[in-house]
T-cell receptor, first 111, second 111 residues
Framework: GQQLNQSPQSMFIQEGEDVSMNCTSS?????WLWYKQEPGEGPVLLIA?????ELTSNGRLTAQFGITRKDSFLNISASIPSDVGIYFC???????????FGAGTRLTVKP | KAGVTQTPRYLIKTRGQQVTLSCSPI?????VSWYQQTPGQGLQFLFE???????NKGNFPGRFSGRQFSNSRSEMNVSTLELGDSALYLC??????????FGPGTRLTVL
């Protein structure tokens, strides 16, 4: 099935830096979700977006639902070592019950 | 509310055997989806169950099957295991809005 294009694949940053990652698709989605996964665990939902143009924050995390409904981005401000993990975007279309996932962005934060 | 639970957390099987994995969704959630996660392929959708009926299915061979019980608990079964079936199998439950919550996963190793 169609997957989402997520970039970058990996990021190595210094503690305190800001991070930005995004997901794009050739199709329109009605819901965009962002997850974080740590080793040996399942993905944990960070932010859910339901409306084009919507901008939602969760602490130092901010995500936006693109106006075209074909993309979304996630920003992390002032990164800390516990931000380390793999971040996944997920999109769902209105008439389709399964979710499509990006390949993930592996984030490494150096103290 | 308790989160999504999966059992067992770890499993080692040999080629040709079959395996059954279990998932208990968040209380009140009627939708359960199963995913296979491997380093090379990322998160791949297996199937979704809703009210004991398979609502959607990904592109996996018939060796992969599932079912859902009246209490929304779900099981997935893989028969005639192959080495390539080694993966983290994730279950996710969803309520009335499009937010999927994942369990911790079952790590299956096929020798």
């Amino acid at each position: 099935g169609q997957q989402l294009n997520q970039s970058p694949q990996s990021m190595f940053i210094q503690e305190g830096e800001d991070v930005s990652m995004n997901c794009t698709s050739s199709s329109i989605f009605n819901t965009w979700l962002w997850y974080k996964q740590e080793p040996g665990e399942g993905p944990v939902l960070l932010i859910a977006l339901y409306k084009a143009g919507e901008l939602t924050s969760n602490g130092r995390l901010t995500a936006q639902f693109g106006i075209t409904r074909k993309d979304s981005f996630l920003n992390i401000s002032a990164s800390i070592p516990s931000d380390v993990g793999i971040y996944f975007c997920a999109g769902q279309r209105l008439n389709n019950n399964d979710m499509r996932f990006g390949a993930g962005t592996r984030l490494t934060v150096k103290p | 509310k308790a989160g999504v639970t999966q059992t067992p957390r770890y499993l080692i099987k040999t080629r040709g055997q079959q395996v059954t994995l279990s998932c208990s969704p968040i209380s009140g959630h009627r939708s359960v989806s199963w995913y296979q996660q491997t380093p090379g392929q990322g998160l791949q959708f297996l199937f979704e169950y809703f009210s004991e009926t398979q609502r959607n299915k990904g592109n996996f061979p018939g060796r992969f099957s599932g079912r859902q019980f009246s209490n929304s608990r779900s099981e997935m079964n893989v028969s005639t295991l192959e080495l390539g079936d080694s993966a983290l199998y994730l279950c996710a439950s969803r309520g009335q809005i499009n937010e999927q919550f994942f369990g911790p996963g079952t790590r299956l190793t096929v020798l």
